[in-house]
Each structure stands twice: as structure tokens, then as C-alpha cells.
């Protein structure tokens, strides 16, 4: 199976790499993008249509390790992309992505005091 055949059927390997070489086993589970502006316009026929552009950065979140971050730590920049820096596997799952099929947006809820 090609890598894009797996990146639809849904499995992409998380694209870390340890400090002594070796590749996470872990898979990716998840991508944020950061500072995206999203529109809604109507088109030629007056329909709605939806679309969004991020002005930063996506970050991808691992099977195994999460953002690869340690104790204390920032996310590891191992995971963090720019969008031509972004493996095509995830470029091509951030392109086929229908809207319309989208579930509800699971965010952890503020912590107190902050």
C-alpha cells in the first residue's frame, strides 16, 4: 500500500525521530492548525461554501506520545509544520477533508486561573 492509499485509509506514521534515530511506532491521531482565518462565502449559484487558510502552522499529534513534548516541555518541533513542510500523506488528508462530514470539535476546557 502506497503512502497515500495509507494516509485515506487512515493510518500516517508520526514523523518523530528519536535523538538515537529511531522512529516512533506511533501514528498520527490528530492535527491542529494555528492561526487560521476560516470564511464562509456564497459562490456563482448563491450557495454557502466553506473555506480556511492557515496563517501559521499545523501541529500533529501522535498515537503513542501525543505532541512528543516531555515533562514540562514545549511541543517537540518534530511535530510542528509549516504547510509546504507538511508530509504529503497530511496534505492530502487536509485537502480531502469535507466539511460537511466533520464531527463536533473535542478541545480540552480552560483551566482555572488561566
Known amino acids: 500500500m502506497s503512502s497515500s ?8 506514521a508520526c514523523p518523530f525521530v528519536y535523538a538515537r534515530g529511531e522512529t516512533c511506532p506511533g501514528h ?12 464562509w462565502e456564497r ?5 454557502w461554501r466553506f473555506g480556511f487558510g492557515p496563517r ?4 500533529l499529534f501522535c498515537s503513542e506520545k ?3 513534548a516531555g515533562f514540562k ?3 517537540d518541533p518534530q511535530m510542528k509544520f509549516h504547510w509546504r513542510e507538511l508530509p504529503d500523506e ?8 469535507d466539511p460537511q ?8 476546557a480552560p483551566r482555572a486561573g488561566g
Open 5 to 12: 492509499e495509507q494516509a485515506l485509509a487512515g493510518r500516517i
Open 28 to 39: 498520527i491521531v490528530r492535527i491542529e492548525a494555528y492561526k487560521a482565518d476560516i470564511a
Open 43 to 47: 459562490d456563482g449559484a448563491g450557495q
Open 56 to 59: 501559521s502552522h499545523y501541529h
Open 66 to 68: 501525543g505532541n512528543h
Open 73 to 75: 516541555r514545549q511541543d
Open 90 to 97: 497530511i496534505r492530502k488528508v487536509l485537502e480531502s477533508t
Open 101 to 108: 462530514l466533520s464531527a463536533d470539535l473535542t478541545i480540552a
